[in-house]
């Protein structure tokens, strides 16, 4: 069993698929020869063949126009956009078409496919390479937005992305992609959709966080510990449809509870939970919601990108003002 | 129609020098016009035409199905402005585009329409009854009992384009000997998705037929505000795709061209555009008022040429169809609407939850609540 990165999870997780349903088809700019610009489909048109691992023309839009019409069909396409920055030419199709069909046609058509996107900041891109806009997708009827955070859950959650019988927007956190490895049963196995990990339990407070702040919620976790604050943490994973059961029964047992997001602070994931807490599990808060999180700008151009993204001393300086809280 | 042989493009070319620089010409193109039956109803070359067009039965029947969409499109606008319908988009004098191209589709070929479709989609399976229940405010209209692979159709323009590329390229990847014909309207071929599904059909060969319904409108803007080619059907040369342009109200050479299209298509043969010129004889939809843009005389012009009057004067001159045959004829269409506008005004609204029970095959359970709530709600 080899150690593998949150990258090689996710070409193993497609591959395993390929083989055993000969519908899976991977297309996408620059995922045949070149394997992905970060290589998440390395090794797969040598394997698959150009028949079912496709270099696309360059056109977003169409790429996911393309994968509509193939899973109408079927088929189960693994469609990859290159950079979430570039999914905006798509969205008519994902929000208008993709994520309706089944309503629409009274389940007549549906489309069992995947839209792969690197998303998040944090590694020294051009322009519109590096934004959380997750939420935009979270919040249409009919997707589900799934975010890995490590290896093991990039692998599982894939598996289970492609084999769900609606669209899944997959967006992969690149800034974490190489970070660490997990050593990985490549044996198909899943991970359920629709369900937050409880990955640290804590008796203090509850933090909340997906994707690539998982890592430095993890570390502050940590941190927190050897000062004797004991914290909770959860991976929400899906951030559509949430799970948000298994963050008010933390709640209920914490009391306290600070979400961590790259996103943008508004309108976001984070203000989503915050507002299902304070529907629902509000008598059981000790202190206000905590949130850290990017700010409500445009994600700057890398000079400035360290100043944008929440940190580690962020997170433990926002947990103790809410364990503080008098 | 252009085949393959007598490619658009043209390599050979001999170099002219004029002064420092050498010029080649590197491609030509030439667009043909298509057309075997003229308004006055007659064939205009004596060379025999196309076989099902010798058959008078089958031309009879075309002109029954052109007639059924004109009547249903009456019907429509009389649901619409007594309040029984919501918008409709009729396509007076454009029924010889779906239903030409209509007829050139098996049942196993797919469909994937624009919103001014009913004509094709009626031809290839879609029941009346759900075109009406579709535009009187049913998802259940899309879910079509016959044309089960159909695509329903796609109001925000020109997409559907895509998502025919795309069960293109599934039907291309399985080896299956079918094809999918999509139309649009010649406004729609302004938008990137059009010229996005064009440049990847041409591409990777795929088995799909583009139809333009060239009416002259897009609501209010006239042809000649959408581009500045003297065809849209050379829009498929940038895609390195064959293509031609037919008159669109001569079902003969409609039919004639899709038929070859699509049986190309089916055979390997790749993609074909196919632009039919017609005109838009009715309003955009009945939310719309055309004598707002509509030039005088353009109606009056229209009407002598359209499509159905065309072929009743052909069947006429040829001593095959009788003003009984006429009458008798208007009845029993009539008829079948009437059944079709029964079936839809007594199709029940469907429960509150209903809302729900599409979203996914398993709705979320954080939503379930919600579904609970609109349950509740409904029932007060």
């Known amino acids: 069993m080899a150690a593998i990165t949150l990258i090689e999870a996710v070409n193993k997780a497609i591959a395993y698929e390929m083989e055993a349903d000969k519908e899976v088809v991977v297309f996408g700019e620059d995922v045949g020869i070149n394997g992905g610009v970060f290589r998440a489909t390395d090794g797969l048109q040598e394997k698959f063949g150009e028949e079912r691992v496709i270099d696309t023309p360059l056109a977003e839009a169409m790429i996911a126009g393309l994968a509509i019409g193939m899973a109408a069909q079927g088929m189960k396409p693994i469609a990859e956009i290159q950079f979430m920055g570039f999914i905006f030419p798509a969205a008519d199709h994902i929000i208008s078409h993709c994520a309706r069909m089944r309503n629409r046609t009274r389940g007549r058509l549906t489309l069992p496919m995947v839209i792969r996107a690197p998303y998040g900041g944090g590694i020294h891109a051009p322009e519109n390479h590096s934004e959380s806009t997750e939420a935009i997708f979270a919040h249409i009827p009919g997707l589900k937005v799934v975010m890995p955070s490590n290896p093991s859950r990039a692998y599982g959650l894939m598996l289970a992305a492609i084999r769900d019988p609606d669209p899944v927007i997959f967006l992969e956190p690149k800034r974490v992609y190489r970070i660490e490895k997990h050593e990985i049963e490549d044996n198909g196995e899943e991970y359920p959709l629709g369900m937050c990990f409880v990955d640290r339990e804590g008796t203090d407070i509850t933090l909340v966080s997906w994707g690539a702040m998982l890592h430095e919620t993890k570390q502050a976790a940590e941190k927190l510990a050897a000062e004797g604050i004991s914290a909770e943490v959860i991976d929400v994973a899906t951030v559509s449809p949430l799970d948000i059961d298994t963050i008010l029964e933390s709640v209920e047992k914490t009391g306290r509870i600070c979400i961590v997001q790259e996103a943008p602070k508004s309108g976001a994931i984070g203000s989503e939970i915050a507002a299902e807490i304070a529907e629902k599990g509000i008598m059981n808060l000790l202190a206000p919601i905590g949130r850290v999180s990017g700010y409500d700008t445009v994600i700057p151009y890398y000079r400035l990108e360290k100043q944008y993204m929440p940190k580690i001393e962020h997170i433990i300086e926002e947990v103790k003002r809410i364990v503080e809280y008098r | ?380």
Request: proline share 4%; aromatic share 8%.
């Open chain 2, 1 to 380: 129609m252009l085949s393959t042989a007598d490619s658009i493009y043209s390599k050979e070319s001999v170099p002219q020098t004029r002064g420092a620089v050498v010029l080649t010409t590197v491609a030509r193109f030439e667009i043909k016009y298509q057309q075997y039956m003229d308004e006055t109803g007659t064939f205009i070359s004596n060379d025999v035409p196309p076989a099902f067009a010798r058959d008078i039965d089958t031309l009879k029947q075309l002109y029954r199905d052109m007639n059924r969409v004109r009547v249903l499109d009456q019907k429509a606008y009389a649901l619409q402005r007594t309040g029984k319908m919501g918008t409709y988009p009729a396509a007076t004098g454009q029924e010889a585009i779906g239903v030409g191209f209509g007829s050139a589709m098996t049942k196993e070929d797919v469909l994937v329409p624009y919103y001014r479709g009913q004509a094709s989609m009626i031809q290839h399976g879609v029941l009346m009854e759900e075109v009406l229940l579709y535009w009187g405010g049913y998802e259940k209209g899309c879910d079509y009992q016959v044309a089960k692979e159909d695509f329903p159709i796609a109001v925000p323009i020109a997409t559907q384009s895509l998502h025919a590329t795309g069960v293109a390229k599934a039907i291309q990847m399985r080896g299956e000997k079918r094809c999918v014909f999509t139309e649009i309207g010649e406004g729609g071929t302004s938008q990137g998705d059009f010229y996005e599904a064009l440049n990847v059909a041409g591409i990777w060969n795929l088995p799909v037929v583009f139809i333009i319904n060239n009416n002259q409108w897009a609501i209010s803007v006239p042809s000649e505000l959408q581009t500045n080619c003297e065809t849209y059907a050379q829009k498929a040369i940038a895609a390195g795709i064959d293509s031609v342009q037919v008159d669109g109200n001569d079902i003969v050479a409609v039919k004639e061209a899709s038929d070859k299209a699509a049986e190309k298509a089916r055979n390997g043969g790749g993609p074909t555009v196919i632009e039919c010129i017609s005109l838009r004889l009715c309003d955009h939809t009945t939310a719309d008022d055309a004598t707002r843009y509509r030039p005088e005389g353009e109606l009056d012009d229209g009407w002598t040429k359209e499509p159905i009057i065309r072929m009743r004067k052909y069947l006429e001159s040829k001593s095959a169809w009788s003003s009984e045959d006429e009458t008798n004829m208007l009845e029993e269409l009539a008829a079948e609407v009437q059944q079709a506008v029964d079936n839809y005004l007594n199709t029940p609204v469907d429960p509150p939850e209903a809302m729900f029970d599409y979203l996914y095959e398993e709705l979320p359970e954080k939503t379930v609540a919600q579904r609970e709530l609109a349950i509740a709600r409904g029932a007060k």
